[in-house]
């Protein structure tokens, strides 16, 4: 909490510095001003160095390479819940609906962007997230980003599961078929207008829209019966789980 409370003070220096002096304030060096420049210059401030070893990963031998990160983005645990998030937003919210969701205009038929079909909103044939509008890569840093839909589906191939009690948290222990490792997502349940189910269920976003139904994108879904791949209403607040790529 005092981390979260420290990143929006440097986030309000800087937008009441505007954008007018956009490089100044380019922290991490990637041309733009987002959140990730708030999050590297909390880092300096504390003296972290960013880089690889800065967040914890899981290597499971995974045929793509494919390396997941050990908590989610604003855990300081494996079974921590971290931060909730609609998918495309980078910081998270209160309250969790179509009315306030950055990506629409008040409702699923208004979407503004990332949209595939007219019925929608305005279409841009965009189906993956920027790295600017990807929740992983704005607190960790451009290594790192939202799976796809694809590294889900090979998560799921390549490991057995079960549901299981760490720390008197529950949630799906991901064990390798390849080389045995483990890696833990706990049931943080959801935000949205109609529940949170802490404990029972957890929801992880993808890095991509469903096609057919834009308003909605992938999910890696946590259950007592299962951990498979799901879809979600975007404007929902879900976890997020962070995947980079071997050095």
Request: proline share 4%; charged share 15%; hydrophobic share 35%.
């Amino acid at each position: 909490m005092k981390k979260f409370f420290i990143l929006l003070c440097v986030a309000a220096v800087f937008s009441v510095a505007g954008y007018s002096q956009t490089y100044r304030y380019d922290v991490n060096g990637d041309g733009v001003v987002t959140i990730s420049d708030v999050t590297a210059l909390y880092n300096q401030m504390l003296g972290v160095e960013p880089g690889f070893s800065t967040h914890e990963y899981v290597d499971l031998g995974l045929p793509s390479g494919t390396l997941w990160a050990a908590m989610n983005i604003g855990a300081a645990s494996p079974e921590s819940y971290g931060y909730y998030f609609a998918w495309g937003e980078t910081y998270p919210r209160n309250i969790y609906s179509w009315d306030n969701y950055m990506w629409c205009n008040g409702s699923s038929s208004s979407l503004t962007k990332y949209c595939t079909q007219y019925p929608y909103g305005f279409v841009d044939d965009i189906t993956q997230l920027y790295p600017e509008d990807d929740a992983a890569t704005a607190y960790w840093g451009p290594e790192w980003r939202m799976p796809t839909y694809e590294q889900i589906q090979e998560l799921t191939a390549n490991c057995s599961s079960e549901w299981t009690e760490r720390n008197g948290v529950y949630g799906r222990l991901f064990t390798s078929d390849i080389n045995g490792a483990t890696l833990f997502f706990p049931a943080a349940g959801y935000h949205s207008s109609v529940g949170f189910e802490v404990g029972t269920t957890g929801n992880y976003w993808s890095h991509e829209v469903v096609n057919t139904v834009c308003y909605k994108a992938y999910t890696l879904k946590v259950d007592a019966n299962a951990g498979k791949s799901g879809s979600a209403f975007r404007f929902q607040g879900n976890s997020v789980r962070a995947v980079r790529a071997q050095d």
